[in-house]
């Protein structure tokens, strides 16, 4: 990391360092999600809706496995970084590694549980007797990479704390680019159907995961692999400040696992593949945001650590602004322009209407975007200053209670319609919650500071 100090620390410069940070913390998630997106496509033009559905009934698991990585490595990314604001490198390196032996055990026993009750798992989800199989093969030959999807996903955020950020762009680059020639191979070529996209996506997992490793092996690397005894009472103060962007990944899951069950009720297999297309694309659309957040955490949190008051608030209103700018382009897209995005999954001339129903549930549920960027900023701002209490409140709030309860009552009075408002409704209430806090966080500020 770069450090900015006295006349160096202006907002000229403060701007190039969160834009470095930024953009590889985005562009790491838009290649995490295209990896599920590119499935979908290959999965919808290469074996049929029905085997589309079925990858969508996947992944709240998919999710589930995610968020738990990202329950360390966001906290370790935190910690690490106030250590070496601190000049503690020796406690950087152990909450390193003891987050890798953490995500690493979690990640093998999360595979065993789910390999031993595939079958349960796949009815869970929302299996039916018509894509059962389908979800089976997908997750089956999936959950025998998830160890280096998690354990991945963790090195990624510690390369960029580590001052590498053009490496978390490149390395899940290249994991990318080969699931998508995998994808075509195994899918066209091979004909392996819904399982070729499993051993794609498996594959590329392994290759990013590879490139990371060999980062932290290496030389230039600032952190390393040490002796450390495991406590589970430091994993759980690590874990406690990525729980607010754990339960922001959880929430996709619960979000998706509710959507599939009600669409199930209320429209049946079409509405499930109509929602497994929008669902590709707010996914894409919140983990730019939670990449915008990413950015933003590990330097808010090196900042705080140096007690550097100044730069601290201005990264975070600048993340805002960015935020802001993201939301209302995501929107506009999605209500003007919804047909080229739908047209990849769903193909107009021998679905048409399929496709007409995807356009127009995708113009009602593109509002939903507007407020999302805000939402994860101000949450992430939190953790960053290792304020978990409050950034917990609003995920637990937007994930578990305001998009499960806005589901349920508008579905049941507007039927369908009501599914594709919900976000809307949720995440506006979601983003009330998090003003309401910070304000309360920046009055108790001024408080102090007066009584000081």
Known sequence: MIELSGDNLTKGNLRKQLLKYVLSSIAAMWVFT????????????????DALAAVNLSMPFINFSFGLSILLGIGASTRASVY???RKHDEADKIFTMSVIGVAAVSLFVTAAALLNLERLAYFLGATEVTLQ??????????????????????EVMVKADGFPHKAIFYPLAGAVANIGLDYVFIFHFHWGIAG????TGASQVLSFVLF?????????????????????????TAKLGISDCVTEFSIALATFMFNHVLTRTSGEEGVVV???ISYVSQLILMTMVGLNQGMQPLVSYYFGRGEE???????RLAMRVAAVFAVLACVAGILYPDPVVAAFIDPSKEPEMFAHGVAAFKMYAPAFLPLGAVVVISGYFTAIELPKQAMTISIARGAVFVVVALLILS?????????????VSETCSLILAVALLLRYKRAGDTRVAEA
């Open 84 to 86: 070496r604001g601190q």
């Open 275 to 277: 929602f497994t297309v």
């Open 197 to 200: 996209a499993a051993w794609a």
């Open 34 to 49: 295209l990896y599920t997106m590119v499935d979908g496509m290959f999965v919808a033009r290469g074996v049929g809706p």
């Open 134 to 155: 389908y979800v089976k093969h997908y997750l089956g030959i999936l959950l025998i990479f998830i160890p280096f999807y998690m354990t991945g996903y963790i090195l």
């Open 213 to 237: 490793l060999e980062h932290f092996l290496g030389r230039k690397s600032g952190f390393s692999f040490v002796k450390v005894k495991v406590k589970i009472h430091e994993l759980l103060k």
């Open 412 to 424: 049941a009075i507007f039927g369908e319609n009501g599914v594709w408002i919900t976000m809307t």
């Open 310 to 316: 100044r730069a601290k608030k201005y990264l975070f």
